[in-house]
């Protein structure tokens, strides 16, 4: 698996067909529009982003596109789970906001008309995206939920039929909307899903490494968390602080003290270790 550091920089680029969609709706009247659902598709890969950080991972690189934005890195050894967890993070965020924005019109009804293309675009993007096509957020919930019942092979033929029939009724959609008024963002949505089931990985993340050195040369406080040896891996990353240095003791299931980890120690282990492997499979020997 690759890993990446702190000190590597996130990227965020933009494909030249996003910026001719630009051009489109600004000279079309449209351009606030375009931007309001830009930046809730950003919003909602960068939910991803902190849900993956929750599992140990992390967003190293998104890309706006015409239908929307997209994020890439790595997600190989992630479990089933997590991977819904990670899916499921960028619909619940857009669906929230737009739950705001309801609560904010009890309130205040004058904000309505002002907040109203965001609301509608925040509820949108949660809809499509819980659709069951992949590479689609319902598509990897419906991979994985398949997947850890049936099998991936099973799970990967019957996503890639599904995802071909949605990708279809777009495409036809498409067609049936050019004798009113052609919608080229449906066209490559249409195109995004069919190219999806045949394989590729839009959304994707690097696992977290953390920089030590960095910390140490501020000054920091030690922060000591005592822990079950059957506690997995992944969950130390939550007990990790920045600005703080984190000694863990590791205790047996009975009460008796095996090991005392340093922030060192801990990274390494972070970086070699099966994220979701118990410690007891990973500590050397007792101290």
Known sequence: MERVSHKERFYFTIHPLFLLFGVFYALTGRFFLF?????????????????????GYRLRRIVLMPYGAIIR???????????????????????????????LWWLFPDAYPYTDTAAFASLGIAA?????AYPLDGGRVLFCALAKKKGETFARKLCRAVSLVIGAAFLGLFVYGCFIEV???MLF????????????????????????TRTLARGAEIKRVAV?????????????????????????????LLEILDENEIV??????????????????PV
């Open 35 to 55: 931007l309001t659902y830009t930046l809730t598709a950003v919003m909602h890969e960068f939910a991803h982003a902190a849900a993956a950080a929750r599992v």
């Open 73 to 103: 890195g790595d997600l190989e050894g992630i479990s089933f789970k997590d991977e819904i967890f990670v899916a499921l993070a960028g619909p619940l965020a857009n669906a929230a906001a737009a739950l705001g924005f309801i609560a």
């Open 128 to 132: 499509v995206n819980v659709l069951p």
């Open 183 to 185: 919608n080229f963002s």
């Open 189 to 212: 949505f249409a195109s995004f899903i069919i190219a999806g089931a045949f394989g590729g990985n839009g959304c994707r993340y690097d696992r977290i490494r953390y920089d030590v």
């Open 228 to 256: 079950l040896e059957s506690c997995q891996v992944k969950k130390i990353i939550g007990y990790m602080e920045r600005g703080r240095v984190l000694e863990l003791c590791v205790y047996s299931d009975g009460g008796e």
């Open 268 to 285: 390494e282990l972070l970086e070699r270790a099966d994220l979701y492997a118990p410690l007891s499979e990973c500590l050397k020997s």
